[in-house]
């Protein structure tokens, strides 16, 4: 199920001019129409100057984030939830679970916005 979201998320209707906000919504539209929570706890992050950058990119509704323009890299990296969306660290202090014990997955595209489409750097099929 996870992937045939993924697949849903209509990329290509986001270019320049557009707000990050847009793919909290339809992420949050697509998760939510199947029966899933998203994670608020993590978010998509530019890649720039350092790997984890601004803007950050919310997987949910929100009110945040720039217009995007061309030359803007980014992670779209949502964590889709059977329970509810809170998440807890293991002892490892790496390892996130949900904390109901639900099962979770997460997908990530890399993006690219240029003058046209934009392009998924990640590898896809």
């Not at 697509?30 to 950050?56: D, M, N, R, T, V």
């Not at 009110?63 to 490892?92: C, H, Q, W, Y």
């Given at each position: ?24 919504k ?56 059977e329970?509810k ?41």
């Amino acid at each position: 199920m996870l992937l045939k979201i993924a697949h849903l998320m209509p990329y290509r209707n986001a270019g320049p001019g557009f707000h990050f906000l847009w793919w909290g919504k339809t992420i949050s539209k697509h998760a939510e129409a199947a029966g899933f929570s998203i994670c608020k706890e993590f978010i998509g992050h530019g890649i720039g100057q350092y790997f984890h950058g601004l803007p950050e990119v919310y997987h949910y509704y929100n009110n945040m984030g720039p217009i995007l323009r061309p030359g803007m890299v980014f992670t779209i990296e949502p964590i889709l939830m059977e329970g509810k969306d809170a998440m807890r660290i293991l002892s490892d202090g790496w390892t996130a679970v949900a904390a109901d014990s639900k099962r979770a997955a997460q997908f990530e595209h890399t993006i690219v916005i240029t003058d046209g489409e934009p392009e998924i750097l990640s590898p896809h099929r």
